[in-house]
């Protein structure tokens, strides 16, 4: 109820009449409350005009009282069905739609000094997209950690800000016109970098449609399917663009005529490469994938909080001539790592300065290995110095590590005096180090035994 009602009932006034009798209430009451009623000018004098009257021709005594009463809770209950006791509040303009939940939960802590990627799309006419679908992927070391959607703005602009680490593809699509993207940005871990893309759409009413298929020939739902173009071939896309299959493993993409890469990959099964020609009579491209089992899981500390960017490798059979099969965790710590059939699994992940270890025995049923948890613990550090045959350090050179019997290899830099720094290697391992590029590589290796952490390298130039 309207809080000028109860002003009305606290300001009721009786008075005795001449002739002993009861005089009814006064209109100064009504008309106090309805001047805080906020409706058109000409309904409010006609409402005063009213409860004069209504004063004047008041009954006498109690029933004048009553009647009064009555009268007043009629017109009040009318005002009230009318709705003109609500407040007449005109509401706040809209805010206008952010490109993405993503840019605006990340610009509360916006770092200047960080990467950031700016994009504008455009028409072939030359003219600003709103409302483009932009779809952003992330990867580290080959492997997508990251995948989020946005929209251009009014200006047919969108911004990314304080961006993490690695490599960044970013697919533009917009009905009825060609895909496109940018060329690959790569933001370093030190930060710093920008750039700003003019993103082109041509026109196009070729669609390119096509089933992704695995194991069996069954449909791969939710695979991934990349395209570009060479350098030499380059005739519609500016980077990598990026579409995924559907429940039914069915993909679609418009493409401007030419020549196209394209790369599919799912869980569980061996990424494939087959090369795209569009033309005038081009309407499908479907790819089989071979099926290849994968052990999945998480990588946490010691509190159980995961580890993001961790390296995941498979151990126990190491060959110096194959590619070591290593991949990364995501945002979650989780990762999926492609085993075969028969093999004596150890898994080891090393991230953050932590190390984790696991046996899990013949690889036979694969059901058996998809929650598996490795929780990460300190490990130890191997450093050391580059030195070169004049005896003075190597700066900002690299060091290549490995661990044979475990999998783990990689890479990390020295600093300007020829110093690096290995964190998160097992304590009961061996660790071979030698110095990238140099003349004797893997030969010219030194070791860091459990029992000895820091070792000096001599980089030796190759001859040519």
Excluded at 113 to 140: E, F, I, P, T, Y
Excluded at 218 to 232: F, H, K
Aim: glycine letters at 12%; aromatic letters at 6%; hydrophobic letters at 45%.
């Amino acid at each position: 109820m309207h809080p000028h009602m109860y002003g009305f009932v606290g300001e009721r006034r009786i008075t005795a009449s001449p002739r002993g009798g009861w005089y009814g209430l006064s209109s100064r009451p009504l008309l106090s409350l309805i001047a805080g009623v906020q409706m058109p000018k000409p309904h409010l004098s006609l409402l005063r005009s009213m409860l004069v009257g209504l004063g004047r021709r008041a009954p006498a005594g109690t029933v004048g009282v009553v009647t009064s009463v009555l009268i007043g809770a009629a017109v009040l209950g009318s005002l009230s069905a009318l709705h003109q006791f609500e407040a007449r509040i005109t509401p706040a303009p809209p805010l206008p739609p952010s490109p993405s939940s993503w840019l605006v939960g990340r610009a509360a802590a916006r770092n200047d000094a960080a990467c950031q990627l700016s994009l504008r799309v455009r028409d072939a006419a030359g003219d600003v997209v709103n409302n483009a679908a932009v779809s952003v992927v992330r990867l580290q070391d080959g492997a997508v950690v990251e995948r989020f959607d946005a929209r251009t703005d009014g200006r047919g602009t969108h911004r990314l800000i304080d961006m993490a680490p690695g490599h960044y593809d970013v697919t533009v699509d917009v009905p009825g016109m060609a895909l496109n993207g940018v060329p690959t940005f790569h933001c370093p871990a030190a930060g710093g970098r920008r750039a700003f893309h003019d993103v082109e759409l041509g026109v196009t009413d070729r669609a390119v449609t096509g089933v992704i298929t695995g194991r069996q020939r069954a449909p791969l739902a939710m695979a991934s399917v990349a395209l570009w173009q060479d350098d030499s071939a380059r005739t519609g896309l500016s980077g990598v663009v990026r579409v995924r299959t559907d429940a039914s493993g069915r993909f679609q993409a418009r493409l401007a005529p030419g020549r196209y890469v394209v790369n599919a990959t799912a869980d569980e099964h061996v990424p494939k490469t087959a090369t795209l020609v569009v033309d005038a009579t081009t309407t499908s491209f479907n790819m089989a994938l071979a099926w290849s089992p994968a052990v999945r899981g998480v990588v946490v500390d010691e509190l159980g909080a995961p580890i993001v960017g961790a390296m995941v490798a498979v151990g126990g059979a190491f060959d110096p001539r194959a590619k070591t099969s290593t991949v990364v965790t995501d945002q979650a710590g989780r990762f999926a790592l492609p085993v075969h059939q028969g093999l004596e699994l150890t898994i080891t992940a090393r991230g953050h300065g932590r190390v984790a270890r696991a046996f899990l025995g013949t690889v036979d049923d694969i059901g058996r290995f998809q929650q598996v948890q490795l929780r990460a613990v300190a490990g130890r550090t191997v450093s050391g110095m580059v030195y070169g045959t004049d005896g003075g350090p190597i700066a900002f050179g690299a060091v290549h590590y490995r661990i044979k019997s475990l999998g783990l290899e990689g890479e990390a830099p020295t600093d300007g005096a020829g110093h690096f720094i290995l964190d998160g290697m097992p304590n009961d391992h061996d660790v071979e180090v030698w110095a990238v590029g140099n003349a004797s590589g893997a030969w010219g290796a030194q070791v860091a035994t459990p029992a000895r952490s820091q070792v000096a390298l001599t980089f030796v130039p190759p001859a040519w």
